[in-house]
């Protein structure tokens, strides 16, 4: 189980490809877990996890640089978008950019099965009871889908505001996707996500005439925590805004 946020168990997690029959080996836990109750114990444990992981995540990131792969964390609460987002922009982008694309649930392969269809090669990576991808999963997940020199790869994280924010991937850019239907104070009540992030993407733009949904309060809020963060409003249902969004992977892909 995760020392900083109670979740998962590594004999639980599960890779799987389109198409393909993949080796789910059990990896060895390399949690060291503390077993006092002291509130002291439970801090260092944390510490303990996170600078693990931030070791894999800068081999990962070593790894991208040295073959030119571009990164992109998409991170968001459940039923964002993100996954109609990279569908969306596979199909109308996909022979300009070469993607490659990570899919992180809790179970099953439906996302999974939807980017296949799109047309990008994808693997998904089942976290059990686990809430968020980790480094270690990613370097393992990476290993099997084998992206290819000068592409962008696009991890799809669990849709969850809190614990991915913890986490560095060895991305190259955070991405964290909002959608109108959210409330404008997504920000406020989350911050480390938005204070992470270099790009807010706001989905569902459509919906606008039909909720009360104040857009400037919302970048208002999210500037107030990170006032660095861009914005881009997209609607990946109508196609509206989808080219600045376009622009902003073809600038980040160079």
Known sequence: MCGTCGCGDENNIKYSIPGKNLENKKEEHKHDHEHGHTHSHEIQLEMDVLSSNNLVAERNRGFFEALNIKALNLVSSPGSGKTSLLERTIKE????????????????TNDADRIASAGAPVIQI???NGCHLDAEMINTAVK?????????LMIENVGNLVCPSMFDLGESK???IIST????DKPIKYPPMFESSQLCIINKTDLLPYLDFDMEKLKDYAKRVNHHLEFIEVSAKTGEGMDKWYEWLRQNNK
């Open 93 to 108: 982008i996909g022979k300009e950019i070469n993607f490659y694309i990570v899919e992180g649930d809790q179970q099953t």
């Open 126 to 128: 089942n976290t059990g």
């Open 144 to 152: 099997q889908l084998k992206p290819e020199n000068n592409s962008m």
């Open 174 to 176: 955070r991405v964290v």
């Open 181 to 184: 239907t959210e409330g404008e």
